[in-house]
């Protein structure tokens, strides 16, 4: 898969796994992975590439005696998801066409 198409989809997919609710980074691996396996290093890039794109937010908080960044959703996040589901219609479209050829052999 072309790298700039699997990290639009990568980006959207982390938004929507927080889209909720806050979440932290294990909760949202987990919370992928029946969807799409993603490790650490990938997941923790995503996210400051999205909190500098101001779609995302990020607090620390205590939780165990141990220090827990939380993700919050913004308004430009939830607009990125919300042009995806529009953008993917497209991506729908040009799928049927390329594949259509393959339903008259």
């Known amino acids: 898969m072309d790298i700039q198409l699997k990290r639009g989809l990568l980006d959207v997919c982390v938004l929507a796994a927080i889209k909720n609710e806050d979440s932290y980074g294990y909760k949202i691996i987990k919370d992928m992975k029946p969807y799409i396996e993603l490790s650490e290093s990938t997941l923790y890039t995503i ?4 909190e500098i794109a101001n779609m995302l937010t990020v607090r620390t908080a205590e939780h165990d005696g141990r220090l827990r960044k939380y993700y919050r959703i913004t308004d430009a996040g939830l607009r990125r998801i919300e042009e995806f589901k529009s953008e ?18």
């Open 47 to 50: 996210l400051k590439r999205l």
């Open 88 to 105: 993917w219609k497209e991506v729908i479209s040009i799928y049927q066409f390329v594949v259509r050829e393959d339903s008259h052999e």
